[in-house]
């Protein structure tokens, strides 16, 4: 996973653009191979975003950034949205 916020947006932002470009043909379907990539770039993006959290969360009480990391698929898939 990227070091700093920045590379996490870009990664975001990468991730986003990978999900639109698989979801940008309306009355196609996605078949088993798009599907499962579907669902790897939604926890990808789950686990950006929750790491970003951490980051800000750490950064605004003092401590270390660098010190939050990517928490397990099924940790991430859990939280209430």
Same mark, same amino acid.
């Given at each position: 996973?990227?070091?700093?916020?920045?590379?996490?947006?870009?990664?975001?932002?990468? /991730?986003?653009?990978?999900?639109?470009?698989?979801?940008?043909?309306?009355?196609?379907? /996605?078949?088993?191979?798009?599907?499962?990539?579907?669902?790897?770039?939604?926890?990808? /993006?789950?686990?950006?975003?929750?790491? /970003?959290?951490?980051?800000?969360?750490?950064?605004?009480?003092?401590?270390?950034?660098?010190?939050?990391?990517?928490?397990?698929?099924?940790?991430?898939?859990?939280?209430?949205?």
């Amino acid at each position: 996973m990227p070091a700093s916020d920045e590379d996490i947006v870009r990664q975001i932002g990468a /991730l986003v653009d990978e999900e639109h470009r698989l979801n940008n043909h309306p009355g196609e379907p /996605l078949g088993d191979d798009g599907a499962a990539r579907l669902r790897e770039l939604e926890v990808q /993006l789950d686990q950006c975003w929750d790491l /970003l959290r951490q980051r800000r969360a750490k950064r605004e009480f003092g401590d270390d950034p660098g010190e939050a990391h990517v928490r397990p698929a099924d940790v991430v898939e859990r939280y209430q949205q």
